[in-house]
């Protein structure tokens, strides 16, 4: 059974960067054929994808958030890490980290539990 | 940008039928976007019930259904229960490993 963690500081001052850091269990984050994502919410808000990791390193970013996300995988602590740059208290949400398969049916099967990471000074 | 709609809430008595549907502000909703339904309730991880548009995921009880209705996507709950009180979020794949998620729909069963 795969299960996913993410990890981080719940706090970040405004401009600062937030480094969220996700520990896969129970399989390989470099073996199959996934895609790995960050997801977040606004408290009281829906669900938006960040963006994404293929097992073979190539990324793919929400058009919003491209230019200050960066996410990044380390296959020798099976994690999968993600960087947001100079953040706002808009940027404070749940994150959570997830699985969804590179082929047929595309779903999100496994997530984390999320991690909630507040913007303030 | 794609923006996918969902309805903000919906009420349902229980045992009651709720039809949640998932469109997209320019366009139509079709299988080409292998439409997928989760459950959140507070504080937990989303639980995915319907994936490929109508693909009931493991576990997940008959009284949901997915499908196309018109020109979005649709989730049923037939049969409401209590427990069904929750956020339901639909998700569209745009390809290459890109996926839009809609706001959310908040069913109260009362």
């Known amino acids: 059974q795969v299960q996913l963690q993410e990890s981080g500081p719940g706090l970040v001052k405004p401009s600062q960067a937030l480094s969220l850091t996700c520990t896969v269990s129970?399989?390989?984050?470099?073996?199959?054929?996934?895609?790995w994502s960050w997801i977040r919410q606004p408290a009281g808000k829906g669900l938006e994808w960040i963006g994404r990791i293929y097992t073979s390193g190539s990324t793919k970013y929400n058009p919003s958030l491209k230019s200050r996300v960066t996410i990044s995988v380390d296959t020798s602590k099976n994690q999968l890490s993600l960087n947001l740059t100079s953040v706002s208290a808009a940027d404070t949400a749940v994150y959570f980290c997830?699985?969804?398969?590179?082929?047929?049916?595309?779903?999100?099967?496994?997530w984390g539990q999320g991690t909630l990471v507040t913007v303030s000074s | 940008q794609t923006v996918v709609t969902q309805e903000p809430s919906f009420s349902v008595s229980p045992g009651g039928t709720v039809t949640l549907t998932c469109g997209l502000t320019?366009?139509?909703?079709?299988?080409?976007?292998?439409p997928s339904w989760y459950q959140q309730t507070p504080g937990q991880a989303p639980r995915t019930l319907i994936y490929s548009t109508n693909t009931r995921s493991s576990g997940v009880p008959d009284r949901f259904s997915g499908s196309i209705l018109g020109n979005k996507a649709a989730l049923t709950i037939t049969g409401a229960q209590a427990d069904d009180e929750a956020d339901y979020f639909c998700v569209l794949f745009m390809g290459s490993g890109n996926w839009v998620f809609g706001g959310g729909t908040k069913v109260t069963v009362l």
């Open positions: 320019s366009g139509s909703v079709s299988t080409n976007y292998y």
């Open positions: 997830a699985r969804a398969s590179e082929q047929w049916p595309w779903v999100f099967d496994y």
């Open positions: 129970g399989g390989s984050i470099s073996s199959g054929s996934y895609y």
